[in-house]
């Protein structure tokens, strides 16, 4: 019978997201066929978990076009980006745990292509006075994966609600990464608090 190696591939992603330390024989077992059908696709761990890679960075690249990063306000396209990646939140989770795939000279360049495509959104907030200038795109970029791992890593373990996903990490990056403008008036209100107006005393009628 022939293998799909989609459906071995997305069958090991399903059951890392949720387990990071399952084995092959696991692997093997949640996709329906033995070890040694397994290793004729994967020769080990390191294999898989590199196909695993190539198919993560594909679906977040499919997700950045997806998402229109270039169309609106920024903050916007922010919202859009968590939305698409959703589904795929899970294994780029898992992904940013194998710390193999983030050293040396064997790093995939799909990742500094997702970097620079995320960065570049924060960076085009900021020149449209939308983000903070005083964080950098890079730290924000840094922050979105974070905040997307820790979502993912909550909704495997039952601790939040799928649907509040997106919700939840678009509200606390934004919630940290908008620039806030204050009102005129209340620009006006702190001048005259720090500045009051000198105080005159009516002339005094003398009695005759």
Same mark, same amino acid.
């Given at each position: 019978? &022939?293998?799909?190696?989609?459906?071995?591939?997305?069958?090991?992603?399903?059951?890392?997201?949720?387990?990071?330390?399952?084995?092959?024989?696991?692997?093997?077992?949640?996709? /329906?066929?033995?070890?040694? %059908?397994?290793?004729?696709?994967?020769?080990?761990?390191?294999?898989?978990?590199?196909?695993?890679?190539?198919?993560?960075?594909?679906?977040?690249?499919?997700?950045?076009?997806?998402?229109?990063?270039?169309? /609106?306000?920024?903050?916007?396209?922010?919202? +859009?980006?968590?939305?698409?990646?959703?589904?795929?939140?899970?294994?780029?989770?898992?992904?940013?745990?194998?710390? *193999?795939?983030?050293?040396?000279? *064997? #790093?995939?360049?799909?990742? &500094?292509?997702?970097?620079?495509?995320?960065?570049?959104?924060?960076?085009?907030? #900021? *020149?449209? /006075?939308?983000?903070?200038?005083?964080?950098?795109?890079?730290?924000?970029?840094?922050?979105?994966?974070?905040?997307? /791992?820790?979502?993912?890593?909550?909704?495997?373990?039952?601790?939040?609600?799928?649907?509040?996903? %997106?919700?939840?990490?678009?509200?606390?990056?934004?919630?940290?990464?908008?620039?806030?403008?204050?009102?005129?008036?209340?620009?006006? *209100?702190?001048?005259?608090? #720090?500045?009051?107006?000198? #105080?005159?005393?009516?002339?005094? +009628?003398?009695?005759?």
């Amino acid at each position: 019978m &022939a293998v799909d190696r989609d459906h071995v591939l997305r069958t090991a992603a399903a059951l890392l997201t949720r387990k990071a330390t399952a084995t092959m024989d696991e692997v093997a077992k949640a996709a /329906g066929i033995s070890r040694a %059908t397994l290793h004729r696709h994967f020769a080990g761990r390191d294999a898989l978990v590199r196909a695993l890679e190539s198919l993560g960075i594909e679906e977040c690249e499919a997700a950045l076009d997806a998402a229109r990063l270039d169309e /609106g306000p920024a903050r916007d396209a922010v919202h +859009r980006l968590v939305r698409e990646i959703e589904p795929s939140a899970g294994l780029l989770a898992f992904l940013y745990t194998e710390n *193999q795939l983030f050293e040396g000279e *064997q #790093q995939n360049a799909g990742w &500094a292509r997702i970097d620079d495509r995320i960065a570049a959104l924060f960076r085009r907030g #900021q *020149q449209s /006075g939308e983000f903070r200038i005083d964080l950098s795109p890079v730290w924000l970029t840094e922050a979105l994966y974070g905040l997307l /791992g820790s979502g993912a890593w909550a909704v495997a373990e039952g601790r939040v609600a799928r649907n509040d996903f %997106t919700h939840m990490i678009v509200e606390l990056l934004l919630g940290g990464a908008l620039r806030h403008h204050a009102p005129e008036h209340h620009a006006a *209100q702190h001048h005259a608090a #720090q500045h009051p107006a000198p #105080q005159h005393s009516a002339p005094q +009628r003398e009695e005759s």
